[in-house]
T-cell receptor, first 114, second 119 residues
């Protein structure tokens, strides 16, 4: 069965600090997809990134970067020079090709203080 | 880009009444839609998967007689919470699968959610 664990429940940082959100996943499928979503207080989910299991290249998008390591089943998300607008709940999610279901982790609430 | 419209965005109902939530794909056909429930400060829990023209598949622990899902067309799925009780108060989010967007977000396009409060 697929499972996503986000051990950090809440993280608080001061603006301009770098912060890394951890994500560990479990799956028996060899083909799967990993995602990160941002959920601001409005509740709407904002898609950030998708990574497939065959592509371990790390990715950078502006202040965001993602580190995918199959050896440790981790897909961590780093925000550099954090800003107050980054305050939100961040979810890591996993989709297996076999089940086609998108399963979410427990989420990490990030608070960035000015 | 693909848009999923979910209505209502919030609803307050009396205990014992039924509430219907609509999830509509506006510019694409969705053969598969998913329904999630999110309690305050918790994760999104998958409730069920609906495929157009067939019965929904419910996750373990979700009462199918209480949460009726209908996916009668390629652009509309509805979730009806029957005989709602205060413990059903939650944030409900739908997701429609847009196969044309597999290269980007793998097709998962979310509605903006419905906040249900049962009093």
């Amino acid at each position: 069965a697929q499972k996503v664990t986000q051990a950090q429940t809440e993280i608080s940082v001061v603006e301009k600090e770098d912060v890394t959100l951890d994500c560990v996943y479990e799956t028996r499928d060899t083909t799967y997809y990993l995602f990160w979503y941002k959920q601001p207080p409005s509740g709407e989910l904002v898609f950030l990134i998708r990574r497939n299991s065959f592509d371990e290249q790390n990715e950078i998008s502006g202040r965001y970067s993602w580190n995918f390591q199959k050896s440790t089943s981790s897909f961590n998300f780093t925000i550099t020079a954090s800003q107050v607008v980054d305050s939100a709940v961040y979810f890591c999610a996993l989709s297996e090709v076999l089940t086609d279901k998108l399963i979410f982790g427990t989420g990490t609430r990030l608070q960035v203080f000015p | 880009g693909a848009v999923v419209s979910q209505h209502p965005s919030w609803v307050i109902c009396k205990s014992g009444t039924s509430v219907k939530i609509e999830c509509r794909s506006l510019d694409f056909q969705a053969t598969t839609m998913f329904w999630y429930r999110q309690f305050p400060k918790q994760s999104l829990m998958l409730m069920a998967t609906s495929n157009e023209g067939s019965k929904a598949t419910y996750e373990q622990g979700v009462e199918k007689d209480k949460f009726l899902i209908n996916h009668a067309s390629l652009t509309l799925s509805t979730l009806t919470v029957t005989s709602a009780h205060p413990e059903d108060s939650s944030f409900y989010i739908c997701s429609a699968r847009d196969l044309a967007r597999m290269a980007s977000n793998y097709g998962y396009t979310f509605g903006s959610g419905t906040r249900l409060t049962v009093v």
